[in-house]
């Protein structure tokens, strides 16, 4: 056992595991932070494939792509990770989950479903049962489906705003919706049809959010406004991609550097990274882009605390960690590669 006080920085990946190769580590993973040895400890988990650190104690909420399920997993202070709960919470493909500031929720966008789903966690930090599930199909009444890949209802994310509503981004219905804190429901921004809108990230000083198009590979600049910037005004696209790309798109993340006044977005078949100065917020310039040297960005997110971007290969099951700075200007400096099957999720946490 570890003898120090001091924290040690863990960093937390999971991939999908569904046709996973052998001999490369699967499910949920741990990496010390400041060394390039291999993973300190995995866990058996079907397609782990977000993760929400609690906001207080040493959980992990997880979210398992083409499953039903949430899980409660401790990560201690040695790396090791423990299974404390799971919970059915009625709907498929729960993409993407998010805990609320108070650590007594768990908002999870189930993409398969067309469904939003909160679970309550008790002060345990377990799961004490899904408080409440929205039906996203029919919610946005000028919905095309321009796009063969669009549905009914694909929500892919869900981000709590400070008065407790949620935004939500719906791939098939070209909108963002939100959920009031009353339960009811409005559309916030709508989208140019085929757009795709998969997530968002807001601007910590400036009233604008961002949001990645995964269909048609964009960022779109959205003026927030309302009490706590509840209501979305879509008032600037720029394409990610280079403009002699004539391949396949599906544009996948976004990470935002505010302190570098950059925005980055992962592009799938391009397989890049798009770097956009956001110093002036209302109006992104394409800085340029960052090769990926793998398939299938599907995850590329800023890890803070390290001043590291973190880009997932899921098509060459490699995350590879890159230097901040440099990613900022638009070059690429790889610190450091970790193997992991089909990557679709990391994040950074001091235990």
Do not use: K
Request: glycine share 8%; with cysteine.
């Amino acid at each position: 056992m570890r003898v120090t006080d001091d924290p040690t920085p863990w960093i937390v990946l999971g991939g999908f595991t569904d046709d996973a190769p052998a001999g490369i580590p699967a499910g949920l993973a741990t990496h010390r932070a400041d060394t390039g040895d291999g993973p300190v400890a995995t866990l058996d988990l079907e397609n782990p494939t977000w993760i929400a650190p609690a906001p207080h104690g040493d959980l992990l909420y997880v979210s398992h792509s083409a499953r039903r399920t949430l899980s409660a997993v401790r990560l201690d202070a040695d790396g090791g990770l423990e299974l404390v709960d799971q919970l059915d919470i009625g709907a498929l493909n729960p993409a993407h989950v998010a805990v609320a500031p108070d650590g007594r929720s768990a908002v999870a966008a189930c993409f398969t479903e067309g469904v939003v789903v909160r679970a309550a966690i008790a002060e345990d930090g377990r799961f004490a049962g899904v408080e409440r599930t929205w039906a996203l199909e029919g919610a946005a009444p000028g919905a095309t489906h321009r796009n063969a890949l669009q549905s009914e209802a694909e929500p892919h994310q869900a981000t709590l705003l400070d008065d407790g509503s949620v935004l939500v981004p719906d791939r098939a219905q070209d909108v963002v919706h939100r959920i009031r804190p009353d339960g009811s429901h409005e559309v916030a921004a709508t989208l140019r049809p085929g757009a795709g809108p998969r997530h968002l990230v807001l601007h910590p000083d400036a009233p604008v959010a961002y949001l990645v198009g995964e269909l048609d590979a964009t960022l779109v600049t959205l003026r927030r406004s309302g009490a706590a910037g509840e209501l979305l005004e879509p008032i600037d696209v720029r394409s990610a991609l280079p403009p002699d790309w004539f391949g396949d798109l599906a544009a996948a993340a976004i990470s935002l550097d505010a302190a570098r006044h950059r925005v980055l977005v992962s592009n799938r078949g391009h397989d890049s990274v798009a770097v956009f100065d956001v110093a002036e917020p209302e109006r992104p310039a394409l800085v340029g882009h960052l090769p990926v040297e793998g398939r299938t960005p599907r995850f590329a997110g800023l890890l803070p605390s390290l001043d590291l971007l973190a880009v997932a290969a899921m098509g060459d099951h490699r995350v590879d960690l890159l230097d901040t700075e440099e990613a900022a200007a638009g070059r690429r400096a790889v610190r450091r590669s970790m193997a992991h099957a089909a990557p679709a999720c990391a994040v950074a946490v001091a235990r």
